[in-house]
């Protein structure tokens, strides 16, 4: 079956940085586009970024407007990994970080890692 496993979460300082990582297993990797979404608590999950596959656009990535240049989701394809570099970190930037594999009609969520951004 699909897992998706994330890692990396913590507690940061404000104006930290921190590297997330998302290992897929049970699904063709190289054909999903790849996503990060954020839930802080009381609030509703919320569109982080995503990177698509290398043969449908080259990769493309988009971003939240909130992360917009302080975060950088990049795909390892041979590794089957997904990654969220997450920079110049805000406190409302703490929250619970969910990887997602998307394809078609076809939508897997791993478990989540927690993100504490202290100020």
């Known amino acids: 079956q699909v897992q998706l496993v994330e890692s990396g979460g913590g507690l940061v300082q404000a104006g930290g940085s921190l590297l997330l990582s998302c290992a897929a297993s049970?699904?063709?990797?190289?054909?999903?586009?790849m996503g990060w979404y954020r839930q802080a608590p009381g609030k509703e999950r919320e569109f982080v970024a995503s990177?698509?596959?290398?043969?449908?656009?080259?990769?493309?990535?988009f971003y939240g407007d909130s992360v917009k240049g302080r975060f950088t989701i990049s795909r390892d394809n041979a590794k089957n990994t997904v990654y969220l570099q997450m920079s110049s970190l805000k406190p409302e930037d703490t929250a619970i970080y969910y990887c997602?594999?998307?394809?078609?009609?076809?939508?897997?969520w791993g478990e989540g890692t927690l993100v504490t951004v202290s100020s």
């Open positions: 049970g699904l063709t990797f190289s054909t999903y586009t």
């Open positions: 990177i698509q596959s290398f043969s449908w656009s080259g990769g493309r990535t």
């Open positions: 997602n594999a998307a394809r078609g009609s076809m939508d897997f």
